[in-house]
């Protein structure tokens, strides 16, 4: 059974990763847990003038937060009424970190979905600050679908991969999974002006491939000046339309998400974009 998490600002962002989800999951028995964090609602509250009232109002907004979520459920059954599904509304009193997290590890959930942007949907911004938050924090896989992006089979994966690191079988699992249901071909791209790798990035490399062994893999290797304009071309030159990246300590993922915005980087997403969180869970 495939658990899934996906957070809500109730934006029609948010809807449009549902969206997303429910096809690409179609084919797999899940259960989607539908959360929604509203402490920030409570607190940055025009009523909010007392402490008296704190009770008071995180009932009050407790309450539209529940209203809110079934319609979502009903929309959901309207466009995806699979008997494949469950799902189950969480109305979190916290921040979306805090939540997310602890669903995470109590559910012991498979992927984190969500839309790159929220309510905001600042045109000039890749990620909007939330996406940013659980890319770095949030210590499971995280998908992130760009808005607007309308449902398309991944039929071509991008796998930038160095194989200095080992990588999680369970993760490598998800993508043989998904890969495998659509008949989906994966790129592995070694960004390097050498053809040749050590031997640890040999069996990192055969490892992957084990994991993915009834999936149709082309390894390609790349001289370019940056990763990221390797990307960028491969994207485009390849029709890739699902990406995904590895985030562990020092890794090229973490750098960029550290960086005062990301758009700096100049990695432009305009695919649905899987991070796989080689980092242990806190």
């Not at 029609?12 to 084919?27: H, P, Q, S, T």
């Not at 805090?98 to 905001?120: C, F, H, P, Q, Y």
């Not at 491969?234 to 020092?250: A, G």
Request: hydrophobic share 40%; net charge neutral; with cysteine.
């Amino acid at each position: 059974m495939r658990k899934i998490l996906i957070p809500t600002d109730f934006s029609e962002n948010a809807m449009n990763a549902i969206r997303y989800a429910l096809e690409l999951f179609k084919y797999e028995k899940s259960i989607f847990y539908i959360m929604h964090a509203y402490a920030d609602e409570v607190y940055d509250h025009d009523a909010l003038v007392s402490r008296e009232i704190l009770e008071e109002l995180k009932e009050i907004v407790k309450n539209s937060c529940i209203v809110e979520l079934k319609d979502t459920l009903k929309i959901i059954d309207q466009i995806s009424p699979n008997p494949r599904h469950e799902y189950r509304v969480i109305p979190a009193f916290g921040t979306l970190i805090d939540e997310a997290n602890a669903i995470v590890d109590s559910e012991n959930i498979d992927v984190l979905i969500m839309g790159t942007k929220g309510k905001r949907n600042d045109q000039n911004l890749t990620f909007g600050s939330n996406t940013l938050q659980v890319l770095k924090y949030v210590k499971c896989p995280v998908l992130a679908i760009p808005s607007g992006y309308k449902w398309e089979q991944p039929k071509n994966v991008l796998f930038p991969a160095d194989y200095f690191l080992p990588y999680k079988r369970r993760e490598l699992k998800l993508v043989s999974t998904l890969t495998k249901s659509f008949r989906s071909t994966v790129h592995l791209l070694h960004v390097s002006k050498h053809e040749k790798i050590s031997i640890r990035q040999e069996d990192n490399k055969a490892f992957l491939k084990e994991c993915l062994f009834d999936t149709d893999i082309k390894s390609h290797t790349m001289a370019s000046d940056t990763l990221t304009e390797a990307i960028n071309n491969f994207v485009e030159s390849h029709k890739i339309d699902f990406l995904i990246l590895v985030n562990s300590r020092h890794s090229y993922l973490e750098n960029i998400l550290y960086q005062s915005t990301i758009d700096k980087i100049g990695l432009h997403i305009k695919i649905p974009f899987l991070t796989m969180q080689n980092l242990q869970r806190y």
